[in-house]
């Protein structure tokens, strides 16, 4: 009998039995179609020795203006920033900035415990050591420390370097509070992974906590980062990552003005009822916040932080030390320290450029996700209304507000910008914004609206319907490609969108994946392209396998197939600013993918199974006596094995056969295989590894046996 070719069609069929998916394959892992045959993906390896803390739900990729990229990744904890060469830097917005004195008591070993009245910390939060006066127990703490644990509301602990037992000590310190951390897992609130719609507010329940994991909306603004966690405010970040002292003289004997009622002795700059500034020139970074400090103290009158005529901050009148971020439009800038009938003092003056993210002035607090539209705008969808201008109202889940173009501090309209919001109608809450090529989406959770740019000043964008019963699953599962959009719904169907209306995607591993998708968790799924492939990839949560990202689904949207297989991958980005594609483990490593065929240098494994085949005619018992493997561009070795079935009024007779090893000398299996239909499945591990299919023949005898 002649040998038979094995002919399956391509993409992986899992939403039906395996005689119904007869000519598909059935299984895979770490396997994709290229040109309607089965490969291997390409290999990964570790693109920092950084591993960031929490569970990274958002990244993106971008260039600053001397076209050095950078890479952002947000987790539930932090915020950070990477380099070509893989430094990572914490650039976690900060909450707030104080000053305590000795407020450090060591231990024989690593845990500090840090005293501050009613800190209002949660385990995780950053506390940042600014300054440290004096040492105690022999260190010196400098830096960003997470909290390990809560002693009480005046109390917690840091790990540190090892000390000797002392304190309380440490001086005078300066420090910042980090962002609050996010939740890691969603808690189904009443029933909907995406958060209950109480007096809390979107996505929190009556109780005042948050109900979904903390993802991130991440877009570029020039050469700087913006960045928002999921129900936080909007923080920019200048790609610093070192900051050194840019007044020049800061014990004021030199490069300072001392205007009337100013004088300045030992460091020390006094006033007497000044109603004058004392000022000096700086250098600052166009494009960057900036961090302005000193220690005041006061007996009568306030004081004005300018920055030439625009005032930084609030007036002060209370004593005590002063930390205040500001933005700077320009390089030579006038810094003014202005009284009104101010008697006090004035030391330690600093002004740094920031290295982390600081919250944009006059940007929503409370925002559920951002984009910047190709005119220069930046979008935030479901924020606060408004009651003096200021997004101080109720929080509204489908409201949308924007900026001003080229602005992204100015949000009230006016007759002069093109700062606007609208709100919109369909749907209970808007769940993600994204900017398109030649329009924006707006996706609610049933609704999808296309964002378009009207030049009228007073319009600035129209918002039109598109679709309803689409809506979006989580933030992260939307991404676009070639012009189109494409993203799963609540209700597990997958749809693209390409300026016209949005279609849905026929999908043969749908059902698989709701079947067992972490529905509480569904927040966490994460779309992203590999263009280079034509594909779209969903990351997303399994029961099977816990909570977190731990499998996948490949939409090949130019040959129209689906593929499936394992990754413990919670957030990724494409090939394009950086030569591969970057993604995030779900231990905060940072990886570099399609690179290569190992896994870090080490092995790998993939996988494929095909659906049951009939041997003959159906009804034929066969005997398989031997395969003849074929491969393109073989690395290493796989393994073949052979699964039959015998179907008869008694039951199903089902043997195995193998694995048989095969290599690139393999002309031939032998094997003694007896059966009416079969399976075929491929394996391989290695470092290296690639395997394509080619063409497989099966040697076949006829055992002259019927049903």
């Known amino acids: 009998m002649p040998y038979q070719k094995l002919i399956f069609k391509p993409g992986i069929y899992k939403d039906d039995s395996p005689l119904e998916a007869d000519g598909y394959w059935i299984d895979a892992d770490k396997i994709r179609f290229v040109r309607s045959l089965p490969e291997t993906i390409y290999g990964w390896e570790k693109a920092s020795n950084s591993i960031l803390n929490g569970i990274c739900r958002g990244a993106l990729t971008w260039a600053n203006n001397a076209r050095s990229p950078f890479a952002a990744f ?33 231990t024989n070993g690593t845990a500090t415990t840090v005293t501050i009245t009613g800190h209002g910390l949660a385990i995780g939060q950053i506390f940042t050591v600014l300054s440290q006066s004096a040492t105690v127990g022999g260190i010196t703490l400098s830096g ?11 109390n917690f602990v840091i790990t540190t370097a090892a000390a000797t037992a002392a304190g309380p000590g440490g001086g005078t310190v300066n420090y910042a509070f980090g962002l609050a ?43 700087n980062l913006i960045a928002n966690p999921r129900g936080g405010g909007i923080y920019e970040w200048a790609p610093n990552v070192a900051a050194s002292e840019l007044i020049g003289d800061t014990t004021f004997a030199a490069g300072w003005t001392l205007n009337s009622g100013w004088a300045q002795a030992g460091g020390v700059a006094t006033a007497t009822t000044a109603s004058s500034t004392l000022s000096t020139s700086l250098t600052c970074q166009v494009g960057a916040w900036h961090l302005l400090q000193f220690d005041m103290a006061r007996s009568a009158g306030t004081l004005q932080p300018q920055l030439g005529a625009t005032n930084i901050g609030s007036t002060l009148n209370t004593a005590g030390h002063v930390a205040i971020a500001f933005f700077a439009g320009s390089s030579t800038q006038t810094l003014n320290l202005t ?16 290295t982390v993210a600081n919250q944009i002035t006059n940007a929503p607090t409370v925002a559920t996700c951002i984009f910047t539209t190709s005119e220069r705008i930046v979008v935030a969808c479901g924020v606060n209304k408004d009651v003096s201008g200021k997004f101080d109202g109720a929080f509204d889940a489908l409201r949308i507000a924007w900026t001003d173009q080229m602005n992204n501090q100015t949000w009230t309209p006016a007759t002069a910008n093109l700062a606007g919001s609208y709100t919109l109608a369909n749907g209970s809450r808007i769940v993600r914004g994204m900017a398109g090529n030649r329009e924006n989406v707006i996706l609610t959770d049933t609704a999808l609206y296309a964002m378009r740019y009207v030049p009228d ?7 039109t319907e598109v679709g309803s019963g689409c809506g979006l699953i989580g933030p992260n599962a939307i991404t676009q490609v070639a012009g189109r959009f494409f993203w799963m719904s609540p209700a597990g169907e997958f749809y693209v969108y390409d300026g016209s209306f949005p279609q849905p995607l026929q999908s043969t591993v749908r059902r698989n994946l709701t079947d ?21 990839w969903w990351l997303y949560p399994d029961i099977r396998d816990g909570n977190e990202c731990s499998r996948y689904v490949i939409y090949n949207f130019l040959e129209d197939h689906w593929s499936t297989g394992t990754f413990a991958r919670t957030a ?30 080490g092995a790998r494994s993939w996988s494929i199974a095909s659906a049951y085949f009939d041997l003959g005619d159906g009804d034929t018992h066969m005997r398989l006596m031997g395969i003849q493997p074929d491969a393109d561009d073989l690395q ?23 694995p048989y090893s095969v290599n690139s000398a393999t002309g031939k299996v032998s094997a003694r295989a007896n059966g009416e239909e079969a399976k075929l499945t491929f394996t391989g591990t290695g470092a290296p590894t690639f395997w394509r299919l080619g063409a497989v023949r099966l040697d076949l005898q006829d055992t002259m046996r019927r049903r």
Do not use: C
């Open 572 to 601: 990724w980005v494409d090939a394009g600013i950086f030569q591969y594609p970057l993604a995030a483990d779900t231990s905060g490593a940072i990886w570099f993918h399609e690179k290569g065929f190992t896994q870090d240098g």
């Open 339 to 354: 009284g009104a009938s101010f008697s006090g003092t004035v030391t330690s003056p600093s002004v740094k450029v920031l």
């Open 144 to 154: 960003s420390y997470p909290v390990v644990s809560l002693t009480d509301p005046n």
């Open 457 to 463: 000043p007073n319009v600035v964008y129209s918002f």
């Open 74 to 106: 947000g987790t539930h904890l932090q915020l950070y920033a990477m380099d070509v060469d893989g430094n990572v830097t914490d650039i976690t917005p900060r909450a707030s900035y104080g000053q305590v004195s000795n407020p450090f008591t060591t």
């Open 516 to 536: 067992h998708l972490a529905w509480v968790q569904q927040d966490k799924i994460y779309a992203f392209p590999v263009a280079a492939r034509n594909e779209v």
């Open 636 to 658: 290493g070795g796989y393994k073949i094995q052979v699964d039959t079935n015998i179907r008869n009024g008694g039951g199903i007779s089902a043997r195995t056969f193998g």
């Open 181 to 223: 951390p996010g939740q890691t897992d969603g808690l189904a609130g009443l029933g909907y992974g995406t958060g209950a719609y109480g007096s809390g507010g979107y996505g929190a329940s009556s109780a005042g906590y948050t109900l979904y994991p903390r993802t991130w909306s991440l877009t570029q603004w020039g050469q």
